[in-house]
């Protein structure tokens, strides 16, 4: 596609259950960003991936989150049993190179709600 | 404290007004970026910066190195325009953006 595409855009889950959050960024762009947002506030950083590999995860809350970019596009962001304070706007960005230097492109976000 | 402040958080402008938004710094950086959120949606890169001045139609963009500021500017605001802008700076170390808390900016027709 012609930009970064985030599936769902919305996901109601029930506490305590699985969810995964798909990130497809644009074609051929090497560097994925996961970024979280609660209502209000700036996004958090997450996770990056150079590739296929999590270059930097320190972002990640806890071992419930885990993400993977197996084949160095497509990326699943996972999150083990969901507790309410997970509830927040999850955001995919990538790039063609570092975002040193390069300009980064955001997906329209998913919406995670935990009841 | 966090690394990039903005200014200010909330601004509700007349259409047609010229509007300054705001943005300090206080790490080193390779870039800085300004960003447009629209309410519940993802959010679109107007401007990244290391130098100077950009310009893209009625937005401009300025940045101050030695000063570590940044001001995003609007000219003739339009209603279309209200969103959250948000500023935003990559290190020449790290690999994640620094974002500030955003600015919150409403045009009234």
């Known amino acids: 596609g012609a930009g970064v595409s985030q599936t769902p855009s919305n996901k109601v889950t029930e506490k305590g259950k699985y969810v995964e959050l798909r990130c497809d960024p644009i074609?051929?762009?090497?560097?994925l960003y996961w970024y979280r947002q609660s209502l209000g506030q700036g996004p958090e950083f997450l996770i990056y991936?150079?590739?296929?590999?999590?270059?930097?995860d320190s972002g990640l809350p806890n071992d419930r989150f885990f993400a993977v970019r197996p084949e160095g596009s497509v990326s699943t962001l996972k999150i083990q049993r969901t507790e309410r304070g997970d509830s927040a706007v999850y955001l995919c960005?990538?790039?063609?190179?570092?975002?040193?230097?390069?300009?980064?492109?955001f997906g329209q976000g998913t919406r995670l709600t935990v009841v | 404290k966090n690394e990039v402040e903005q200014s200010p958080q909330n601004l509700t402008a007349q259409e047609g007004e010229f509007i300054t938004i705001n943005c300090s710094y206080s790490?080193?950086?390779?870039?800085l970026h300004w960003l447009q959120q629209h309410p519940g949606g993802g959010i679109v890169s107007l401007f990244m910066?290391?130098?100077g001045k950009k310009k893209h139609g009625r937005l401009i963009a300025t940045i101050n190195i030695q000063e570590k500021h940044s001001s995003l500017h609007i000219t003739a605001s339009h209603p279309r325009d209200s969103a959250v802008y948000i500023c935003?700076?990559?290190?020449?170390?790290?690999?994640?953006?620094?974002f500030g808390t955003g600015t919150s900016l409403t045009v009234i027709p």
């Open positions: 960005a990538s790039s063609l190179g570092s975002i040193r230097n390069t300009e980064a492109f």
């Open positions: 074609s051929g762009h090497t560097a």
């Open positions: 991936f150079q590739g296929t590999g999590a270059a930097d």
């Open positions: 790490v080193g950086i390779s870039a």
């Open positions: 910066l290391s130098s």
């Open positions: 935003a700076v990559t290190t020449n170390t790290g690999n994640q953006f620094y």
